[in-house]
T-cell receptor, first 115, second 113 residues
Framework: GAVVSQHPSWVICKSGTSVKIECRSLDFQATTMFWYRQFPKQSLMLMAT?????????EQGVEKDKFLINHASLTLSTLTVTSAHPEDSSFYIC???????????FGSGTQLSVL | AQSVSQHNHHVILSEAASLELGCNYSYGGTVNLFWYVQYPGQHLQLLLK??????LVKGIKGFEAEFIKSKFSFNLRKPSVQWSDTAEYFCAVNDYNTDKLIFGTGTRLQVFP
């Protein structure tokens, strides 16, 4: 089956630093990738839609200068949490839409803890 | 704005019991409907989906869901659960117009032997 690799799976950082999360489709091409955030006991919230070669589309209330998204190739999208603060601590999940049939596949998620 | 409601936050069952997890959405347009499952320590995986046609959809591992348009519902069912069904289940709706996938809050299912 199609695999989406998300790295790192767990990261702890100091307040004020930046953290980059990678989302790779290992065996398929994905023109569109999605980034979600999940707070404990809450739903997955869509943060942004990332399209290869163009600017990401952010959901209302998501700061694009804080959550930088880059989708430079058909197999890689990155989310950079800039100047992280404790309130950014959350579980971040990416998904990739397979080009050939538009099926969605999810990464394993990244638990971010900001101290 | 579209929303997805999952009424059962935590369900506890014994093996062989029947399961029904509720999912309602608020959107009058054309939608695609999904159930995803997340087993402990694993990725989200697609359980089943409805795009069009027969409103009773059969998925993997004996799960099925019925799309009832008049009730804006897409409940997940399984006649006889197993211990291995212990997981978090998410209902999701994809809005044709915006192409966004909106998730419910999830239902945690625990099945005891």
């Amino acid at each position: 089956g199609a695999v989406v690799s998300q790295h790192p799976s767990w990261v702890i950082c100091k307040s004020g630093t930046s953290v980059k999360i990678e989302c790779r489709s290992l065996d398929f091409q994905a023109t569109t990738m999605f980034w979600y955030r999940q707070f404990p006991k809450q739903s997955l919230m869509l943060m942004a839609t990332s399209n290869e070669g163009s600017k990401a589309t952010y959901e209302q209330g998501v700061e694009k200068d804080k959550f930088l998204i880059n989708h430079a190739s058909l197999t890689l999208s990155t989310l950079t949490v800039t100047s992280a603060h404790p309130e950014d601590s959350s579980f971040y999940i990416c998904s990739a839409r397979r080009l050939v049939d538009e099926k969605l596949f999810f990464g394993s998620g990244t638990q971010l803890s900001v101290l | 704005a579209q929303s997805v409601s999952q009424h059962n936050h935590h369900v506890i069952l014994s093996e062989a019991a029947s399961l029904e997890l509720g999912c309602n959405y608020s959107y009058g347009g054309t939608v695609n409907l999904f159930w995803y499952v997340q087993y402990p320590g694993q990725h989200l995986q697609l359980l089943l989906k409805y795009f069009s046609g027969d409103p009773l959809v059969k998925g993997i591992k004996g799960f099925e869901a019925e799309f009832i348009k008049s009730k804006f519902s897409f409940n997940l069912r399984k006649p006889s659960v197993q211990w291995s069904d212990t997981a978090e289940y998410f209902c999701a709706v994809n809005d044709y117009n915006t192409d966004k996938l909106i998730f419910g809050t999830g239902t945690r299912l625990q099945v005891f032997p």
